[in-house]
């Protein structure tokens, strides 16, 4: 009787993980692109792997659109990139899922791109900076401020928070978020602001507020995004 070859976990495997668990869910395809190269097929079959393993979730949740994956308790332990399970957030699913697509074609078009920190690692990050270190609670000030959907790391060092705009919001809530932005600019907290917009007149209605921030000047960009999903 022939014997299987038992069924151990990969180098790859913990990278996509890691990568689940730092962008919060992903498709098979966004899969693939990070770690197969060509082969969707392969990209599928390790997931369902992965799943069989409770180590991965897969799920079909809108109509016409792919099966998304997340990694599950174990596997965001096994990824080893200090942050918890992905929370099952359906209102914010599209969005994520875009912001992924734009961090993808950011980090490959762009070779003055170095890295992007995820908004959830951004989250982690400013949490643990203001907690006191002897009691863990929140420090003086401890309201976070604005968190970008993403941080793109420039080979120079420089930091840019990056929006990604796929709905239209009230004037004041933009009026809040540059306020911040101009804020985080001037304390040296990021060295640039992008935002993408789905739509043309959202991108123009916040372009126009921007002028009243003098500390945005010439570090704020505005870019078209035309969704995938």
């Not at 920190?117 to 309201?143: N, Q, S, Y």
């Not at 505005?222 to 969704?227: L, T």
Request: hydrophobic share 40%; no cysteine.
């Amino acid at each position: 009787m022939a014997v299987g070859r038992a069924w151990r976990i990969t180098d790859r495997d913990l990278h996509i993980l890691e990568f689940l668990t730092r962008y919060g869910a992903a498709t098979a395809e966004q899969v693939r692109r990070e770690f197969f190269a060509e082969s969707v097929k392969a990209a599928y079959r390790r997931l369902r792997a992965l799943e069989e393993r409770g180590l991965v979730r897969g799920e079909r949740i809108f109509y016409r659109m792919p099966q998304v994956y997340r990694a599950t308790e174990q596997g965001a332990r096994l990824a080893e990139v200090d942050l918890p399970p992905p929370r099952y957030d359906l209102s914010r699913l599209h969005h994520h899922l875009e912001v992924l697509e734009l961090s993808y074609q950011l980090r490959e078009d762009d070779e003055g791109v170095e890295d992007w920190i995820t908004e959830r690692e951004v989250r982690r990050d400013k949490l643990m900076a203001r907690r006191e270190k002897e009691t863990g609670r929140m420090g003086p000030g401890g309201k976070m401020g604005r968190t970008p959907d993403g941080l793109l790391v420039l080979v120079s060092g420089d930091l840019v928070a990056v929006e990604l705009e796929l709905t239209a919001k009230r004037n004041a809530d933009y009026k809040r978020i540059l306020a911040d932005y101009a804020r985080q600019l001037d304390g040296g907290e990021v060295d640039a602001v992008h935002f993408y917009f789905a739509s043309a007149k959202v991108m123009q209605r916040v372009e126009e507020l921007s002028r009243g921030y003098d500390d945005l000047f010439g570090r704020i960009e505005f870019w078209r995004w035309e969704p995938v999903f």
